[in-house]
């Protein structure tokens, strides 16, 4: 893949700004219209979010991302590009509490066991006083939740992982990211499922069973590149938008600013984007109206930390995840990628764990040092019986900043504005989870990317009812 260098400028049909998911499948449908594409990415790999670490021969995902869809189009684009590389793996995942594991999805006698009678009576009478007295309106992600579980069971399962991954109190949360991520889930469908499964799979989040590359998400994606480019596509890596030149509401130019700051400037006829919306509004030439200015510097990315630590032992847990609830320690979440797929693992009877830790670009946590980061995550680790720390052999540390759009009290207002002004543009599309400001899970995020693309080719698609009015699954 080429770096920036200074040339004159070139047209194409369309450019996209961004190689994560959402971007490279739109390259992907527009190649094989004979659309001739350009994709821009600011940083050195492809993939976003979703790319892979490969480190003295282990493979680390940035957090965890199953690959798991019912859109039949992300999943035949997921099939025919990796073929026999795309494997089938087993999930298990499981909530750490105050020194139990609760299985999740929820079983009942689990949850029994682990709670003791007195603490389940309590659940079971809060959530039957959620029926007859719920909140009248569901503004909050406490409201939301409570409508659903009872009280009781939020304030148990839901209230401390929550705030440590938000870093702002539930009640300040907007209801419609629970309603976006935990769609459709209940008590009253965990119980059903644990009791009465659903043969026709449309309980949601219950699934057992995930596909997932042989070497990780940054396989799929780095494949997908490589077949872009074998099509006559291309990728500039290390290349930042820098200004979006535009008319009468139509884009005209893009200038991109390699590392070494310089710049040239490109034409096509459609733009892509799916660089941080807040960046794209900024970027504008001439300057978008100050009020929406205003609106992007009021939205607000939380990011985070991944610590990723190989020991000298076999897996210590047989979860592909663990969601870590008790307030005792920082870490949100743990990964352990052997069990993602034994081929991530250089070396047998080994770990490759990441401990998730959740912050604000910039902020104390963001700026601790490395080593003191693989310190804190092994005395975490050890401190939750799921490592020791003198099995400890190598280790290091990644910050991914604007992970997670936050859906704060603020975000409804602000983002209508910046959508409304977008949707102006007739040849500007915003796609994924930094381009729409909206909390997608990557098969959502390479959908917009696709329905952009066949936008482009004639369609008329409504990218934003992407994950607005579809049945789906919860996914943490």
Not at 162 to 168: A, D, S
Request: glycine share 8%; aromatic share 14%; with cysteine.
């Amino acid at each position: 893949m080429k770096n920036l260098a200074k040339d004159n400028s070139r047209a194409f049909d369309t450019i996209i700004f961004g190689a994560g998911p959402a971007g490279l499948a739109g390259a992907t449908r527009l190649i094989t219209g004979q659309k001739k594409i350009l994709i821009a990415e600011k940083g050195g790999q492809v993939g976003g979010i979703s790319k892979t670490i490969k480190y003295k021969g282990y493979c680390f995902d940035l957090g965890g991302h199953r690959f798991f869809t019912k859109s039949h189009e992300v999943m035949n684009l997921w099939e025919k590009t990796l073929g026999k590389d795309f494997l089938t793996r087993p999930r298990l995942s499981r909530i750490y509490y105050r020194g139990k594991f609760f299985n999740y999805p929820l079983k009942p006698i689990n949850a029994l066991l682990n709670l003791g009678l007195a603490a389940s009576f309590k659940i079971s009478g809060s959530y039957l006083l959620s029926k007859f007295f719920p909140y009248p309106e569901e503004n909050n992600f406490e409201q939301w939740v409570s409508n659903r579980f009872g009280k009781e069971l939020y304030k148990t399962f839901f209230k401390a992982y929550t705030e440590k991954l938000w870093g702002l109190p539930c009640t300040e949360i907007q209801a419609e990211w629970a309603a976006q991520r935990i769609k459709g889930l209940s008590l009253k469908t965990v119980l059903k499922n644990a009791f009465l499964p659903d043969k026709k799979g449309s309980i949601k989040t219950l699934i057992d069973k995930f596909r997932y590359p042989k070497y990780g998400p940054g396989m799929m994606y780095e494949k997908m590149a490589g077949d872009i480019q074998k099509a006559g596509g291309e990728i500039l890596l290390e290349s930042a938008v820098s200004q979006i030149r535009h008319s009468d509401f139509r884009i005209k130019s893009v200038i991109l600013k390699n590392k070494n700051g310089q710049e040239k400037e490109l034409f096509a006829d459609d733009f892509i984007s799916s660089m941080p919306v807040t960046e794209l509004v900024k970027r504008m030439s001439p300057q978008a109206p100050a009020k929406l200015f205003e609106a992007a510097e009021k939205l607000k990315y939380r990011s985070f930390v991944t610590v990723e630590i190989i020991l000298n032992s076999p897996t210590p847990f047989p979860d592909n995840w663990i969601y870590v609830h008790s307030p005792e320690v920082k870490m949100c979440r743990i990964q352990s990628f052997g069990n993602w797929s034994p081929h991530m693992l250089a070396r047998p009877n080994t770990a490759a764990l990441g401990l998730e830790y959740f912050c604000n670009e910039k902020d104390d946590f963001w700026k601790t040092p490395d080593q003191k980061l693989i310190k804190l995550g092994l005395r975490e680790l050890e401190t939750i019986g799921l490592g020791r720390r003198k099995d400890f052999i190598d280790g290091f540390v990644v910050r991914v900043p604007k992970a997670y759009p936050v859906y704060d009290s603020s975000y409804p207002r602000n983002i209508e504005m910046i959508r409304n002004y977008l949707q102006k543009f007739k040849n500007l599309q915003p796609v994924g989870r930094y381009g729409m400001f909206k909390y997608n899970n990557m098969d959502h995020s390479i959908l917009t990317g696709l329905y952009a693309a066949e936008n482009i080719l004639g369609a008329n698609y409504d990218i934003w009812k992407v994950n607005a009015d579809q049945e789906y699954h919860e996914e943490n």
